[in-house]
């Protein structure tokens, strides 16, 4: 099992476009594929119902709160127990191919270390004593027999290096990190790089101080994924190539594919309940675009 973790502080930089459509397109070759929704605001889990299947049944599903509430006992259940089958893509997914399932998310998580029993102290502050366990959570849950028929889990998260983001990254085998191109992106994503380190030297301090049976964490494997990739004369504009150069000056790996800005592709997404990459109308150049990425990420997978 491949754990992929998508992540960056800066907002609306294509984090949940990028889960969903590589997770139906990684499904359709034929992978099982699980997607965490660990972000409030509930994008993810959202993409994948029409606006009449949200009213109708999108506020009677459980969501990962239960897990966050749940005991250590019998946890791992809680969370393969919230795993939801989203009906049009699994149907369009058909027979030959793999199959995509979701755990759906909710605002209540907004706050979820006070969600999670005994983790804070009275001033809403993270145990010392738990803090390997806490940041272990999704890592020790998605060992779980429970999980062992996914190929692949991708987790998206919120616009935060938040309790939830941080175990994302614990459990990660890679970093998946969309960014646009452009001064205030490249810049989220050495933030991005400094608060790694930062979480990897806590979790092993924490980890020598109250010697658990913890593993080390390590640095995860990061790759940017450049998203809304402006093109003009089949290469990105002057000021883009420009940001994508210094990212790959800094030494971050960076795919090789680069998602086009598509406005007119990629705006109504969600609305019909299924990723661009497998929804009716979308140019030919856009679905082969996501399915670039969907293949270099596979490459990646070979090398982790
Ligand atoms: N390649 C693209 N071309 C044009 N628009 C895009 C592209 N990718 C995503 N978008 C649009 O940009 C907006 C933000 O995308 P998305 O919600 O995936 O970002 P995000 O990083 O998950 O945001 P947040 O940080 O709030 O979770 C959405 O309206 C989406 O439709
Ligand atoms: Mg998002």
């Known amino acids: 099992?491949?754990?992929v973790a998508v992540v960056n502080n800066k907002g609306g930089v294509g984090k949940t476009t990028i889960t969903a459509n590589l997770g139906a397109g990684l499904a359709a070759r034929g992978l099982k594929v699980l997607m965490i929704d660990l972000d409030p605001q509930a994008s993810l889990?959202?993409?994948?119902?029409?606006v009449d299947e949200s009213q109708l049944f999108l506020s009677k599903l459980q969501t990962v709160g239960a897990w966050f509430r749940a005991p250590d006992k019998g946890r791992a259940q809680v969370l393969a127990d919230l795993v939801f089958s989203p009906p049009r893509c699994n149907a369009l997914i058909g027979k030959q191919g793999g199959w995509l399932e979701l755990v759906p998310s909710d605002p209540l998580i907004i706050n979820s270390e006070s969600l999670i029993p005994g983790a804070v102290?009275?001033?809403?502050h993270i145990k010392p004593s738990k803090f390997v366990a806490l940041h272990r959570r999704l890592a020790e849950d998605l060992s779980d027999p429970a999980f062992s028929k996914y190929d692949v889990v991708l987790v998206d998260c919120a616009p935060a290096f938040s309790l939830t983001t941080k175990m994302a990254t614990v459990a990660a085998d890679m970093l998946l990190m969309p960014a646009r191109p452009d001064f205030l992106s490249t810049e989220a994503i050495q933030v991005m790089g400094q608060r790694l380190l930062e979480l990897t030297k806590a979790f092993n301090q924490h980890r020598e101080a109250a010697p658990a049976e913890a593993p080390p964490m390590r640095m995860p494997r990061v790759a940017v994924l450049f998203t809304m990739v402006q093109w003009y004369n089949g290469s990105p504009i002057d000021v883009q190539a420009q940001f994508i150069n210094e990212v790959k000056a800094l030494g971050v790996p960076v795919?090789?594919?680069l998602i086009r800005d598509r406005s007119n592709a990629y705006a109504a997404s969600g609305r019909h309940g299924v990723p661009t990459i497998m929804a009716g109308g979308v140019a030919p150049e856009v679905r082969a675009n996501l399915h670039d990425c969907v293949d270099e990420l596979l490459k990646m997978f070979e090398r982790l």
């Open 121 to 124: 102290d009275n001033s809403g």
């Open 255 to 257: 795919f090789d594919t």
């Open 45 to 50: 889990t959202k993409s994948f119902f029409t």
């Open 1 to 3: 099992m491949r754990i």
